[in-house]
């Protein structure tokens, strides 16, 4: 055993790193292109990135095995791209935006060229950015699960992630235990240094929105950028497009139309429909929990002085990075046994736990923004303190609201980890439904609930990169 997990450790830290390698790598050209020229579909182009940003990774790797045909080390790879290039260009590009870019203005006039002023002045100031986003995914690709364990092909494709679960499978609890303890000692000095270079500032500017943009021009700028572009575009795109082609299949296209029958599924034993609908409705309801523990915890942590109290409320908010999805699922489990608390609730209540951090973050980040002296400033004209509470800070907040839920709504239908250990015990939901389709070969069948459950992440998207 002790070969095992030495096998183990060093597969996910090696596939984890070249993943993020390759993933920053790649995604770094194509946020200079976007920061250089406007053309036609840039904001297109944004919102896929964000679409991809929250895929379920089961349709990640079908993706992948439709296009490339592989699996394996290879096939993990490749899945890890095709989800996290667009993470990395989306965040590198939000820095973009900030960027003081007087600074490149003044090494220009002093004669300094492209790269010169790429690798003097540009890098230096994303390289806070470039380090957060290189320890996010090293810790999203260290602890992924659903991508090794549908792709993977023996033992050293495994992650701790996937050896928690087949001890827990097994009723193993000491190995479990122990995989847990390595999984932690991996996770917890990189999370705390995420958060230290997630938390730098750059400077910036309010000169780079005021200056446009030229259009890039294939015959006239550097067609290199447009050979670029379409190798990105086939790495992440080209397996959704092979996705999609397959779903205009017959027996596809018959699985469709059996969502308007109420009888019971052949496999699942339940009508497809409700599988949707307890989906969907597990979403809703653990999606307003998330948002409403992140905005509490987000209020208390601004209201508290005392430092430990203000240590604990952000210890409350890591710590589900630190447990993992898996392990959120083993405690809730346990809980079900005992028959005390029904099996939606147990569903909804293990959703909150996994997502309301990140509909904290978000929340919290517009806190930041909102300066208390709006409020007393509308208290001095005499307005209430309640309707200052209303018409000013609430719509304040308000966007940071809606974002955290529709973040919290599509974390919800696509997650998987807690999911495959609890399975029937919160109702079957639509990543158990294509787990289970895929163990009987319905192959046609995984593909069609995957393409819906892709069209309610594209929704989800859609809420989530509106302008507020």
């Not at 379920?56 to 996290?84: D, E, R, W, Y």
């Not at 890591?318 to 569903?347: C, E, N």
């Not at 709006?374 to 200052?388: D, I, M």
Request: aromatic share 16%; charged share 10%.
């Amino acid at each position: 055993m002790l070969y095992i997990i030495f096998i183990v450790l060093l597969f996910s830290i090696v596939q984890a790193s070249v993943s993020t390698f390759l993933s920053i790598a790649l995604a770094l050209p194509v946020a200079h292109f976007l920061y250089l020229y406007n053309f036609t579909g840039k904001r297109l182009v944004i919102a896929l990135a964000c679409t991809l940003c929250i895929m379920p990774t089961k349709l990640v790797a079908l993706c992948v095995q439709l296009f490339f045909g592989t699996s394996g080390f290879v096939g993990i790879i490749l899945a890890h791209l095709m989800l996290n290039i667009p993470l990395a260009l989306y965040i590198i590009s939000s820095t973009y935006e900030k960027l003081d870019i007087t600074l490149i203005w003044l090494a220009a006039d002093s004669g300094a060229s492209s790269w010169q002023c790429y690798r003097d002045i540009i890098f230096p100031l994303l390289k806070p950015t470039i380090i957060s986003i290189a320890l996010l995914l090293f810790l999203l690709h260290f602890a992924s699960f659903s991508i090794p364990l549908l792709l993977g092909s023996a033992i050293y494709h495994h992650t701790p992630e996937i050896m928690m679960y087949n001890m827990h499978s097994q009723g193993n609890s000491f190995f479990m235990f122990l995989f847990w303890l390595i999984r932690l000692l991996v996770i917890i000095p990189l999370f705390f240094a995420y958060n230290k270079y997630s938390h730098q500032k750059i400077k910036t500017s309010s000169a780079f929105y005021l200056t446009p943009k030229p259009r890039y021009k294939l015959f006239k700028n550097n067609p290199f950028w447009l050979i670029y572009g379409i190798f990105i575009f086939t790495i992440t795109l080209g397996p959704l497009v092979s996705l999609l082609i397959k779903a205009v299949d017959t027996p596809v296209l018959q699985f469709f139309a059996s969502l308007f029958s109420f009888f019971p599924d052949k496999t699942l034993g339940i009508p497809v429909s409700r599988v949707i609908f307890n989906s969907l409705l597990l979403a809703f309801v653990s999606g307003i929990g998330s948002v409403l523990m992140g905005f509490i915890l987000g209020a208390l942590e601004f209201a508290l002085k005392n430092k430990v109290s203000k240590v604990i409320v952000s210890f409350l908010t890591i710590s589900t990075f630190f447990v993992g999805s898996v392990g959120v699922g083993m405690l809730f489990a346990y809980l079900s046994y005992g028959k005390f608390i029904s099996s939606f609730a147990i569903g909804v209540l293990c959703h909150m736990i996994l997502n309301f951090p990140f509909a904290y973050r978000i929340i919290r980040a517009q806190m930041v923004l909102y300066h208390p002296d709006l409020h007393k400033t509308a208290q001095t004209f005499g307005v209430t303190f309640k309707r200052a509470l209303l018409t000013i800070a609430v719509p304040f907040i308000f966007p940071a609201l809606l974002c955290a839920f529709c973040i919290s709504f599509g974390l919800s239908l696509t997650e998987v980890g807690a999911g495959s250990v609890l399975q029937g015990k919160i109702g079957l939901t639509m990543p158990m439904a294509i787990r289970i389709y895929r163990k009987s070969g319905d192959q046609h069948a995984v593909i069609g609930l995957s393409v819906i459950l892709l069209f309610l992440v594209l929704c989800v998207t859609y809420l989530f990169s509106k302008e507020p």
